[in-house]
């Protein structure tokens, strides 16, 4: 028997290639970005970095050290379009500066997206200035992110919060109970609600939230997942998960 050498063929057109990096325990992200970009051509990747219980600014401060490791790994060597840092409070307690320059340090080409960042971008587009805050965060890290969007010139109108300690337990709150308690919040001068934290089950109540309240609502997730759409030019509508997603 011979052996024959057959040379290959490659794709010459790529899809745009989008990389997530995930807390080790969060439920929830994957499953959002799955949900949302499933009809589109899209590659996706993630890889998880390690986190550090209680939350606290120190611990997501030190979670971040690996961010740079973490970001390599997601296809070496190959180029990212957008890579992704889905942790709201562990932008907010590490800087995005420092988040981007260590994730462009392994993918200097990629653009960067974080979902402090994202909501930022997406309540502007949306002209909202007076929010309403909810978190699942213990008190402290609670405050801090209360205190970074009143720093980014927002007027906060109200703010709750759940106090739970541990980034997995946040990812086992019910969304029915989770719906019942925002539908139910100090709303009367607020434009928008503001849902904080990539772990917590929000994105799929958004669109009957909306209808409930009469109010836009914004997540992490939602936010973050429409700004890498924004990034690699793939930000047609999306029905079924909020006015966010809608381009009217």
Same mark, same amino acid.
């Given at each position: 028997?011979?052996?024959?050498?057959?040379?290959?063929?490659?794709?010459?057109?790529?899809?745009?290639?989008?990389?997530?990096?995930?807390?080790?325990? %969060?439920?929830?992200?994957?499953?959002?970005?799955?949900?949302?970009?499933?009809?589109? *051509?899209?590659? =996706?990747?993630?890889?998880?970095?390690?986190? =550090?219980?209680?939350?606290?600014? /120190?611990?997501?401060?030190?979670?971040?050290?690996?961010?740079? /490791?973490?970001?390599?790994?997601?296809?070496?060597?190959?180029?990212?379009?957008?890579?992704?840092? #889905?942790?709201?409070?562990?932008?907010?307690?590490?800087?995005?500066?420092?988040?981007?320059?260590?994730?462009?340090?392994? *993918?200097?080409?990629? @653009?960067?997206?974080?979902?402090?960042?994202?909501?930022?971008? #997406?309540?502007?587009?949306?002209?909202?200035?007076?929010?309403?805050? =909810?978190?699942?965060?213990? *008190?402290?890290?609670?405050?801090?992110?209360? @205190?970074?969007?009143?720093?980014?010139?927002?007027?906060?109108?109200? +703010?709750?919060?759940? %106090?739970? @300690?541990?980034?997995?337990?946040?990812?086992?709150?019910?969304?029915?109970?989770?719906?019942?308690?925002?539908? +139910?919040?100090? !709303?009367?001068?607020? @434009?928008?609600?503001?849902?904080?934290?990539?772990?917590?089950?929000?994105?799929?109540?958004?669109?009957?939230?909306?209808?409930?309240? $009469?109010?836009?609502?914004?997540?992490?997730?939602? #936010? !973050?997942?429409?700004?890498?759409?924004?990034?690699?030019?793939?930000?047609?509508?999306?029905?079924?998960? $909020?006015?966010?997603?809608?381009?009217?």
């Amino acid at each position: 028997m011979e052996s024959k050498k057959i040379d290959p063929k490659f794709n010459k057109v790529q899809n745009p290639k989008i990389g997530l990096i995930a807390l080790a325990s %969060d439920y929830m992200i994957e499953k959002d970005f799955t949900n949302v970009i499933k009809d589109k *051509k899209i590659d =996706f990747f993630v890889n998880r970095i390690e986190c =550090f219980n209680p939350l606290t600014k /120190e611990n997501l401060i030190k979670m971040s050290e690996k961010v740079t /490791e973490v970001t390599n790994d997601i296809l070496p060597g190959e180029k990212i379009d957008c890579i992704v840092y #889905a942790c709201t409070s562990g932008t907010i307690a590490a800087g995005y500066d420092s988040i981007k320059n260590k994730i462009k340090k392994a *993918k200097p080409e990629s @653009e960067v997206t974080t979902p402090s960042t994202a909501s930022i971008k #997406a309540l502007k587009k949306l002209n909202i200035n007076k929010i309403a805050i =909810f978190t699942p965060y213990p *008190k402290k890290l609670n405050d801090e992110v209360v @205190e970074f969007f009143k720093k980014e010139s927002f007027t906060i109108t109200s +703010n709750s919060y759940f %106090d739970i @300690e541990s980034d997995i337990d946040i990812g086992k709150v019910d969304p029915n109970y989770l719906y019942d308690i925002l539908s +139910n919040m100090d !709303l009367k001068e607020a @434009e928008a609600l503001f849902i904080s934290c990539t772990a917590l089950p929000a994105l799929s109540i958004i669109d009957k939230l909306e209808k409930k309240i $009469g109010k836009v609502v914004l997540s992490s997730n939602q #936010a !973050l997942i429409w700004d890498t759409l924004e990034k690699i030019g793939q930000n047609d509508s999306v029905n079924g998960f $909020g006015k966010l997603f809608l381009n009217k």
